[in-house]
């Protein structure tokens, strides 16, 4: 590798560690300068793979983060861990399995209705938003996953969603009718 | 996920820690998924039919110990017990909705349910950020300062200055003479001619023929105007034989 | 380095990274554990010595920071170019042919309110200045051009600026089209 190279390198390095939030490869190219390539990122995050600090990308976004096999030491003083309702879990997951997927869709999933609130603590974790309207009657709106449920998952796409090709190919993320047929419908709104 | 609590453990008469118990599920599908569960046989072999008749136990059970029962239960009841009859009929007699659909299709939305279920706890069981790996503790951040340059020529300045100046000339109006007769011109000239006019005489004969091609207009109406004034005062006579035709003019007896 | 010890310099590493303060080797133990040393962090800084990023010790205090020669990465200076709005332009060459100039006399001869953005960006810029108040009823600031205008439209001195006879004979006092009605005073804040 050049000597410019290995500047430039270093500039990124210098930059993700720097930035407040994970950046893609435009922004990092913007900021540092034309000749930043993937390549170098893969580099960087080959050179950190077994450090206590790694270069993951999620979401197109890279970023350093601790390494996960310490968590144990680095939990003590960082108790935010959101707890999040069995509804709300089973909504995200909805929502990430099926996107863009409508709130009909998942009460006909989960059998029940889903409170606004379901929604809303969703969208202010800022990993799920609002992904437009589907074309049927009723105009229904739509909801996926942000790219910051993907970084805060620890996923680098949607694709590496657990089991999601097993779950494809049984068939079990084939569209949903939106009727929510014959079982009737309970409100979660208070258990959100 | 809880098992059915149908036997009240202890204090069977406080219905309200039945009550409790039966909160567990969020809605009859979750019910049928528990009861699934309790049979620990795998979802794609599970038995619709055997399903249906312990739902109808619990939910018999549940009406024994005179839980109240959220009216949905009481619909999937319903459902369950009229899939289970037409399940259990002769296949030949076996009404429209076919019931081995329908129960394949609960089959299905019972996988669904599970799959998604599953899925959200493998999704907590990820390397969690905040929980598992850590972003840096006090990023110094990314600054980027903006200075604006603008952008104008020496040109620009001076076309806007002539621009200022251009609007706040005084501005002087000139009304340019339009060729025009005037009426008293017209009577004069229409009275002259109407002396020696004893035959009825087209109007346009009194027109002054130097009148030119801007006037003509003009000298025409004024002509028209003071014939009806002379004809007012009593000094000529106008005929028209009918609308729009000629007009004719001649001096008064 | 036995295993052990390189676990332990990984959570050091990690803990380093995750730590909202610098910390001191005290710290580090309680957080670690009992067997962190020095030698741990001595060897750590020579690890990044060459990266974009170093461990260095302040006080006695530990901590990860961008190598200072990549200071000017971090602290990008863009310059946008921009075109000045007609109003400023015109508020300008106002100023510039019958400075010192009130604002009240640059309405008066526009036609126009002048927005206090408009003199602002003027000033921002660097062409325009407070020329001193005007000894009339209310003592109305003025304003002037300054040196930097000159220089920035290539003047000599003001008197290079073409007079009306000139701009006559260069057409430029040609009648110019307005857009919008004259009648009254309008704002042209938001255009300046």
Redesign the interface.
Known sequence: MSEARDQT???????L????TPLTLAQLRA??GEDVDRDMLFRLARDYA?????LVERAGRW??????D??H??????E??RRLS??A??T???I??HEPVSRAQIEA????QVGRGTLDVLMEAGWVRPAGRREVPGRPLTYATTAEFL?????ASRRD???IDD?RA???LDP?QEDGD?????S?EE?A | MSEPAVEPVAGADDPDRLTVSFDAWEGPLDLLLALCRAQKVDLKAISILSLAEQYLLFIDGAERLRLELAADYLVMASWLAYLKSALLLPKAEQKDPDPEELALRLQLRLQRLDAMREAGARLFAGDLVGRDVFLAGRPPGLHVERQTRWRVSLFDLIQAYGGIKARNEPVVHMVAMRPVMTLDEAIRHVSALLGEAEEWTPLEAFVPPESGAPMARSALASSFVAALELARQAKAELRQDDIYAPLFLRGAA
């Not at chain 1, 077994?50 to 790694?54: D, H, Y």
């Open positions: 390198l270093r500039a990124v390095e210098a930059t560690f720097a930035s407040e900021h540092v077994e450090r206590g600090i790694q970023h350093f983060q601790t390494a996960p310490l968590a030491i680095l939990r003590r003083e960082r935010d861990v069995r509804a879990i089973e995200l997951a909805i990430a399995y999933i989960r059998g029940v970084m805060h998952f620890g996923l969603l657990p089991g779950l049984a068939g079990l949903v014959q079982s009737g419908l309970e979660d258990r």
